[in-house]
């Protein structure tokens, strides 16, 4: 149905910046929100940043002002820019794409679960 590939992640000095992209492929009619979480070790996954269908965004207090959440629907692909990144920025990012319709093997549109990808690792050093 629909597939999402995360890339982008690596290992940054305190301060970096890092790019963070996630592309959806399949037979996508339409998606409504993509967006990124992320989880470090012993944590809870959390919510870093939601971009929807025109330009209603959403970002987790922590980020706000260094991240950036911008996506490209010709592409089906989001990006994530992180500037001034520290070390409690460390963990796996997932994206996620909700509200997505696809076009079934019959060739009507229907409704997908949520999506995610598979993280992309983001490691900052002190």
């Known amino acids: 149905q629909v597939q999402l590939v995360e890339s982008g992640g690596g290992l940054v000095q305190a301060g970096g910046s890092l790019r963070l992209s996630c592309a959806a492929s399949?037979?996508?009619?339409?998606?409504?929100?993509m967006g990124w979480y992320r989880q470090a070790p012993g944590k809870q996954r959390e919510l870093v940043a939601n971009?929807?269908?025109?330009?209603?965004?959403v970002y987790a207090d922590s980020v706000k002002g260094r991240f950036t959440i911008s996506r490209d629907n010709a592409k089906n692909t989001v990006y994530l820019e992180m500037n001034r990144l520290n070390d409690e920025d460390s963990g796996v990012y997932y994206c996620?794409?909700?509200?997505?319709?696809?076009?079934?093997?019959?060739?009507?549109?229907?409704?997908?679960?949520?999506?995610w990808g598979q993280g992309t690792q983001v490691t900052v050093s002190s």
């Open positions: 996620k794409a909700s509200g997505v319709h696809y076009y079934s093997s019959t060739g009507y549109i229907r409704t997908a679960d949520d999506c």
């Open positions: 399949g037979t996508i009619f339409s998606i409504n929100g």
């Open positions: 971009i929807f269908t025109g330009t209603n965004r």
